[in-house]
Nanobody, 116 residues
């Protein structure tokens, strides 16, 4: 069974920072495009940031300039550095590893709450 283990969520004040981590096995990581998605209450899950196995990166417009995605191929881990957090960033954040349409894996989600 494929496991994606997320960590780093929590409660932070507006303007604060958090770093999310997602680790998986090497047999998955080396072939996968890795992404972070989020889902706020009453809203659909959507892409936050993605980094391909070749290193190409894209971000949702709402987080450009504030969030940074990176991957450590030696540690089989993807990170999401989130700076200048806003209340509208509050959501459950999910890690995704995508190899193909039938090899698409998700983490259990980690809560990020931005509140004063």
């Amino acid at each position: 069974q494929v496991q994606l283990v997320e960590s780093g969520g929590g409660l932070v004040h507006p303007g604060g920072s958090l770093r999310l981590s997602c680790a998986t096995s090497g047999s998955i990581f080396r072939f996968a495009d890795m992404g972070w998605h989020r889902q706020a209450p009453g809203k659909q899950r959507g892409l936050v940031a993605e980094i391909t196995r070749g290193g190409s990166i894209r971000y949702a417009d709402s987080v450009k300039g504030r969030f940074t995605i990176s991957r450590d191929n030696a540690k089989n881990t993807v990170y999401l550095q989130m700076n200048n957090l806003k209340p509208e960033d509050t959501a459950v954040y999910y890690c995704n590893a995508n190899i193909s349409s039938w090899k698409d894996y998700w983490g259990q989600g980690t809560q990020v709450t931005v509140s004063s």
